[in-house]
């Protein structure tokens, strides 16, 4: 399963790819903003130098020919972008197009089965569904992960990946893992939180006091 990181902050992913465990970036007009970046062109370029896996940028028009021209541009600013398109008719139609000129797409704002196959069918690389904001709307966010994956596994022909969006917490990924979704992106917080058991901190702790007691070294 590999791990995204949903944010646009440097600081988080220059800290998240260093632990190595980091396998590509998303980022959204919300996230851009909320960075304060002087420049979205320049902060994608600089994600796209840390991180070596994919770096989802999404267009910023709805209309097909300001999309296909922004997807173009982005496409161009380095080797692993992965153009973020919207799913409608006219993103789907975008996704066709640059997926037909191999050029990685993220087809996100998926809220359904039916969408889900619609993109496949685009040629998209990534479909994202938003979990979170399906159980905010108290709908079942994973059962819709589950239902995008065993329609895929019907398809040989789909080469689209799952990649688990708008998460809440360290379950989802989890249930995310167990479906056997293909990607989870997840807010840096909810990165951290994975690392965390209260008997592993407890464990460790008495761990190092006995260490200090036996007097045992292990380098010369
Ligand atoms: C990622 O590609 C999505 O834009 C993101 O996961 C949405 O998350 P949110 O629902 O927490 O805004």
């Known amino acids: 399963m590999k791990f995204f990181v949903d ?18 970036v ?11 970046c002087a420049s979205f062109v320049d902060l994608i370029k600089e994600i796209c130098s840390i991180v070596s896996g994919p770096v989802s940028a999404e267009v910023g028009a709805t209309d097909f020919d300001t999309m296909l021209e922004e997807g173009r541009f982005l496409a161009k600013l380095a080797k692993n972008i992965a153009v973020k398109v919207p799913l409608t008719p006219a993103g789907l139609k975008v996704c066709k ?3 037909e000129d191999g050029v990685m797409v993220n087809v996100t704002l998926c809220f359904s089965a039916a969408q889900a196959i619609l993109a496949a069918k685009a040629g998209a690389t990534f ?3 938003f979990v ?10 994973m059962q819709l992960i589950a239902d995008i994956c065993q329609i ?22 989890v249930q995310a893992a167990q479906i056997g979704a293909h990607v989870a992106t997840i807010p840096p917080k909810i990165i951290m939180q994975l690392f965390g058991h209260p008997n592993t901190d407890k464990g ?3 761990f190092v006091e006995d260490w ?3 007097g045992q070294k292990i380098l010369p």
């Open 204 to 206: 460790l702790a008495q």
């Open 127 to 129: 479909v994202s569904p």
């Open 7 to 24: 944010t646009a902050d440097l600081k988080e992913i220059k800290e998240l790819a260093a632990t190595g465990l980091l396998d590509g």
């Open 26 to 36: 998303t980022t959204n007009p919300s996230l851009v903003a909320k960075s304060g």
């Open 212 to 214: 200090k007691k036996c």
């Open 97 to 99: 197009s640059l997926s």
């Open 152 to 173: 895929y596994s019907n398809y040989p022909e789909f080469k689209t990946e799952v990649l688990v969006a708008s998460v809440r917490h360290p379950q989802h990924v």
């Open 132 to 141: 979170g904001r399906l159980d905010d709307i108290g709908q079942n966010g």
